[in-house]
């Protein structure tokens, strides 16, 4: 079927006029991917009429791709790089190694002026065939080598220009090219691979980047392009010798924390930071206070100027996470993490917030600087809490990356998000990266922390409770009730929210799907509390507040955290309510719960006698079982005899029967008479060691119909027969007195007891008292 196809697809590809080829292009190209495994069949083994027939194919297949091109029309181009990506993709390494010519004519279609989507799957296509490539040292060899140095000189002249300079050559972006992207993107995954061949291209690279990435108004690069561009300008230093690899790395991540440096000074200039640096060798930047704040440049990492709070703030925000992409992306060689540089970094950052009062900075502990005015410091308030989210996204990325030996940082890195979350807590986006923050650190640190150390989080819990709680629906009429003065003034409310009710609910609906990360994160970080801090450090109150709060979400993971650790009980409270009935009442018919409510474990026996019947082989057990079964036959039919009422009479009247095998059973029920001792044939007291040894166990029924369990030997029943002929009168005295004394509980517990005997009778031991049988029914015939 495969070869049918393929032959199809030539077919269909030779014969159809070039300018149709476009609306049956995706047609062809699923195809070829169905002819997969015909294409990736080596030459050497495929013999026969119709593995040649396939070669043929195959040669057609790639001869046509060639010719379409190098045709003239848009159409049979785009049609060719659609299937040479589909083909590659399909054939993997028995068409690449034919397939020179045509990257060869990919790379000259970039040059060409064809439409934009055309050179975007070119360039997507040229990628392609370059990583697949890369695990074949011969492909790598006849193909990438020699071709990949014009694509990356093909694709950079597509998104800059090429200017030169006495100290060498750098790249002058586009602004408005469409394939930024696209080649960005290339970039990024080629370079890893083949950093040898981006070596020459290290320094324009470097300098299309810093364009890109310090761009501002009116040359701006959209949110995606700039997202980019910071991945490849964290990725240049593992383009450096393999002896240099690890230094590039220090040299640009030290570069990063003093160009952050450099832009806090301007930026931070309207107020007196009480921050001092552990690094002596910082310092501070000049500038002039009497005009606009701004930094002409270039920085330690040769990047633009800006001008103004707004472009400050956002080349810090950039520079944090080009340092955070440095910090989590693998480097090519060994490097130690500069972390005192980079917490002393976050302190100075996280050092300066936002007032709670505007007009009185010192509610924070914040000292304005006079000599700005007071414009430049409300811009600065506002701006602070996108730097503060960069900040607790860096911190994210160490703890992330270092894990368990990030323990000993942890405090710190509490004290800072926790000073954060105090002053800047109303925004919405800073409660967010405090919850993603702490859930990190709780699970790193959590069991070790301190009552102090657990003290300070007890504020974001109650914060975490208030963002999961869903918002209630009546906010214009509490607003409008809470309007009023407490000196009788007239009541404010909103008539559209009368006139249309519906407004209300489309402003809920829509701020709830705004709040659906903060809530994930609040509940992402009550649950690491719940599961990681000792229960004993968190405040009753506070226990008892978040365990509310996931009882009325239904929040079936951090219940489950709840119910696996609950409150220890301490002197002078008992132990605190489970809340495991609200857990069962939601969710039972989940796995996780039913396996916490009802586990089903296999008991663990270690008994030596448990342990002896456990070994015996199966035969032997089964042997052993049926001796007993005949032997307790036997006995039945014996007892049959006599009238089943005396048999009830001479059980009640038996002693208390022990047995040495009587421990393996889960229960023992024994029947005391109340007769007195007077009325007990002499013969049956004078064998006391014979009523000892229980025979079996089998239930009557007494005249009321109370079952009674009746344990007794061969001898003792033959002496109860002649004693209930001999003393007609006992009989009905014996009987009312079974009845009295065996009511329905015992009757149950009776009949569990001859069940469980029943199925443990293969334990005991069963040998001693059938040889004893045999005697006695000797003597009895005797």
Known sequence: MTSTTLRAVTHRLTTTPVDQLPSIASFLATSLSDCAELLSTPQAQKSGKFESDNAVQVHKLKTRLASLLQDRSVEGRWTAVVLAKAAVEAGQWEILRGYEPI???????????????TRKMCIITLTRIFHLTYQYPTLVREIT???????????????????????????KAKVNSPFTETVLHAVLELMPRHPTIFRPFGLQLRSLLTEIIGSSPPAYFPGPVVDVAEQVFSSLHKCAPKDKAGTGWSDDCRSTILSIHRTADHVFRAVVEQWESVDTTLAPARQTLSKEVADDGPDSLRFPGWKGIHSGTDRIVVLLRILSRFISMPSAAPVALPLGTILDLTSRLTSVTAPLDSAEGSQSGVQVNSQIGREEREMLWIELPRIHIASMDLLEHVASVLDKSATSITQTMLEQVTWVFRNEKSCRDIRSATYNLLTILVKLNGPSMTKQSVSPISHVLHSACVDILPSSGSGIESNSVDSKTKKGGQTTANADSFLNPELQKNRLSQSGSRSTELRQAASDFLQSVLVSVPSDLVAASTRAEVDRTIILTADKDAMLASVLNPIPATKGRGAAASIMPFLVQGYSDQMEVEALVRPRMPVLITAPELDACAEMDEEEADEIADEAYHAASETTGFLKEPVATPVETEKQR?????????????RTYVEESSLPPSSLPAKSESQPAQNKKARFEETVSTPKGDPVVVTQSSTVASQSAQTVSSNPRSETQVTSQVTTTAGPQAAADAQLSADESDDELPALNIDSDTDEEDDEDVTMDG
């Open 654 to 666: 038996s002693p208390p029967v022990t047995d040495p095998g009587a421990h393996l059973q889960k």
């Open 103 to 117: 990257v060869r004519s990919l790379i000259g279609v970039l040059a060409k002026p064809d439409p934009a989507s």
């Open 145 to 171: 080598t020699p071709h990949l140095p014009g694509f990356i000189t093909a694709a950079l002249n597509l998104i800059s220009v090429l200017v030169k300079l006495p100290s060498g050559s750098s790249r």
